[in-house]
Nanobody, 124 residues
Framework: QAQLVESGGGLVQAGGSLRLTCAASGRAAINYAMGWFRQAPGKEREFVATIAWSDTAYADSVKGRFTISRDTAKNTVDLQMHSLKPSDTAVYYC???????????????????WGQGTQVTVSS
C-alpha cells in the first residue's frame, strides 16, 4: 500500500519561512520522482516543485524562494520555503511518480500517489 504523509504546515507571517516534509512508505517509497503541488480555495491544483534523482524543477512563482530536496535513505522529500507571500497560502500536497519520464513531472496526471495535504497559511 502506498502512503505519503505531509507535515510542517502552519501559520506564518509574510516574509517568513516554513519547511514541509513528506514521508513515503510502502509502494510510494519506490519512486522515480517526488513532487509538491498546492491548491488554494476555488483554484485548481498547481505544480510547485519536483525532484527526480538530483534533477529539480520549480514553478516560476516559487523559483528562488523554494527548494526541494530528498533523503533517499529516509524516504522523505522536503520543501523549504522562504520569503513566503500571502499568495502562497494553500493546501500543499506531496506526490510520488513510480515510473520514469522524459522531462520534469510537473502535472498532477504525472503522479501515481498523493498525500492528504498540509495547510500553509501566510498572513499579511
Amino acid at each position: 500500500q502506498a502512503q505519503l504523509v505531509e507535515s510542517g504546515g502552519g501559520l506564518v507571517q509574510a516574509g517568513g519561512s516554513l519547511r514541509l516534509t513528506c514521508a513515503a512508505s510502502g509502494r510510494a517509497a519506490i519512486n522515480y520522482a517526488m513532487g509538491w503541488f498546492r491548491q488554494a480555495p476555488g483554484k485548481e491544483r498547481e505544480f510547485v516543485a519536483t525532484i527526480a534523482w538530483s534533477d529539480t524543477a520549480y514553478a516560476d512563482s516559487v523559483k528562488g524562494r523554494f527548494t526541494i530536496s530528498r533523503d533517499t535513505a529516509k524516504n522523505t522529500v522536503d520543501l523549504q520555503m522562504h520569503s513566503l507571500k500571502p499568495s502562497d497560502t494553500a493546501v500543499y500536497y506531496c506526490a510520488a511518480r513510480y515510473g520514469p519520464k522524459t522531462g520534469p513531472a510537473d502535472a498532477p496526471g504525472d503522479y501515481n500517489s498523493w498525500g492528504q495535504g498540509t495547510q500553509v497559511t501566510v498572513s499579511s
